[in-house]
């Protein structure tokens, strides 16, 4: 029998967006005079684990939540001073001029993990419950109506069995349920198919980004001069580009994102991101240099045509869970704030029942539809390749200034790769283990913590389908796309090869349930608390 706990509005998910949008709620209650009782549940160990990315933040939505943000202690410490846009080729970098909406003025680099670590410690001021390590597994419905969520057990061991250590899940019943899972959320995912959310959007489609913090000399330690690039190493028709964000003391955060759309299935993001750091502009930045933590996550790409509908019965998609990323600006914590706080502010009139129209008319009533709408046709045009995309790009920013009279459509990631023996065999260079390294001693930098005799939480529809499909056909592309080494062909004695699934090293990236070409694999959630552990980063 699952205990049940009673609240007024529950909220999956402790980053941005669900911070945010508790925090604003709990400010309306006391506006008001109102009392709300607001859970927030998190399946990282601790608030800010799971959030990994080396960002820059437009500061605009958190002026409006909190106006004295700076004397409330907010880990906003290095404000950015320079902007730098490169295109690479192998030995060479030019300097390019700079878009204005790719422009930083007024912006900050943070850590992620310590921003929602602050975001968490404001909300619990107000009287928001916070349950970290508790992921949310199935959706509690009643007479079809989402009236919650289940958390997963804990102490089952991988045949499905309860321990010594066995606890069930709990049952938080809500009036209303805030989605805050951000990119490729597992419940966000059913309630698309449910509710066929995207019956009116375009696909999403998605980016992989992969990081690591460096703490360098400071000598060498710039803080606030951000620097992009695209180019090199890759080819001028797979989209993506790097970032390079030196912060705090002595840190720097050094990214790459590819576009999950590539076509080549020997392609590898990872090897990729290795080699970018080997450039002659890179790598005398990471010189005498430690490294000291790596993540990798999917970023949503699809913009303005892929928003879905937004509200189901008893609940609203917020933030990343819904794809607010402006991806041009490679930025989506502001629009992923903004977001939470309009649905606060919505749920907070009407708690049994939101009008589908209130909210949606509030996000499009807003800037963060306004800034999708400007720039929603540059990724979409990067499908071109790399010169013509960008040369659009400047007409259309320059020109029609994002209001071009057309609206260029996205596709689904999974179903653009080609057949391995149609594509160039990518070999990449050995590892140095000064600027480049293994993927094992990557992982190692996550900190992930996991009970390895829990039940494996990436599903196979069909286990046949790796091997006959992908095997046979895509050289088992899950070996190179997933950044964390979870997927792996082996052998029998008999010679026959089957797919090892090590569960213990995912990094909760999602790659693998959005680009598999078969859609054969399902990313659910571990038990709460397992996964990476990010501090800095």
């Known amino acids: 029998m699952r205990e049940t706990m009673e609240f007024d509005v529950v909220i999956v998910g402790a980053g941005p967006a669900g911070l945010s949008s508790a925090i604003r709620l709990a400010q309306l209650g006391v506006q008001h005079h109102t009392l709300l009782n607001i859970c927030v549940i998190e399946k990282g160990a601790e608030v800010g684990s799971h959030d990994i990315a080396g960002a820059i933040l437009d500061p605009r939505a958190l002026n409006e939540l909190f106006p004295d943000w700076k004397t409330r202690g907010a880990p906003l410490n290095t404000e950015v001073t320079e902007d730098q846009f490169l295109f690479l080729t192998e030995k060479k970098a030019w300097h390019l001029p700079l878009p204005s909406l790719m422009k930083n003025h007024g912006n900050y680099i943070i850590s992620l993990s310590q921003f929602c670590r602050w975001l968490g410690e404001q909300a619990e001021r107000v009287g928001v419950n916070i349950f970290p390590g508790f992921a949310a597994t199935d959706i509690f419905y009643e007479n079809d109506r989402i009236a919650g969520v289940i958390t997963g057990d804990k102490g089952v061991d991988r045949e499905g069995n309860p321990t010594a250590h066995y606890q069930p899940g709990m049952i938080l019943r809500a009036k209303q349920t805030l989605f805050a899972e951000g990119c490729r959320g597992s419940l966000t995912k059913v309630l698309m198919e449910k509710f066929e959310l995207r019956k009116k959007c375009d696909p999403q489609t998605y980016g992989l980004g992969i990081k690591e913090v460096w703490e360098i000399p400071e000598a060498l330690h710039k803080p606030g001069s951000v620097m992009h690039s695209i180019g090199w190493p890759l080819d001028r028709k797979t989209y993506g580009g790097s970032f390079v964000y030196p912060f705090d003391k002595n840190l720097l955060s050094i990214g790459f994102v590819v576009g999950l759309d590539y076509q080549n299935p020997w392609f590898n993001p990872y090897e990729e991101f290795q080699r970018f750091k080997t450039h002659p502009a890179i790598s005398p930045l990471l010189k005498n240099a430690r490294r000291i933590e790596y993540g990798a996550r999917c970023i949503n790409e699809g913009g303005f045509q892929s928003i879905p509908d937004l509200v189901m019965p008893g609940g609203l998609l917020i933030g990343c ?96 790769l080609k057949k391995a023996d149609r594509s160039e065999k990518i070999i990449y260079p050995k590892h140095d283990n000064q600027l480049t390294f293994d993927l094992s001693s990557s992982v190692y930098l996550t900190h992930s913590q996991y009970d390895e005799n829990q039940p494996c939480h990436l599903k196979l529809q069909d286990p046949s389908v790796a091997i006959s499909v992908n095997l046979n056909f895509y050289a088992a592309p899950e070996q190179r796309y997933c950044p964390a080494g979870v997927y792996e062909i082996l052998h029998r004695e008999n010679g026959a090869p089957y797919l090892q699934i090590n569960a213990a090293n995912c990094i909760h990236c999602k790659a693998c349930d959005i680009k598999d070409p078969t859609q054969n694999i399902t990313w659910t959630p571990p038990e709460g608390g397992s996964g990476p552990q990010y501090t800095v980063c």
């Not at 914590?333 to 606060?344: C, E, P, Q, V």
């Open 321 to 416: 869970a819904a794809g607010f990323v402006n991806v041009p600006r490679i930025k989506g914590i502001h629009n992923a704030m903004k977001s939470g706080m309009l649905a606060a502010e919505t749920v907070f009139t009407s708690l049994e029942e939101v009008r589908c129209d209130r909210y949606s008319d509030a996000i499009k009533q807003s800037w963060i539809y306004d800034e999708l709408y400007r720039v929603r046709n540059i990724r979409p045009a990067m499908r071109w390749g790399l010169l013509p995309g960008l040369i659009y790009s400047a007409m259309d920013l320059s020109l029609f200034r994002g209001k071009a009279p057309w609206t260029f459509r996205n596709h689904a990631d999974f179903n653009q």
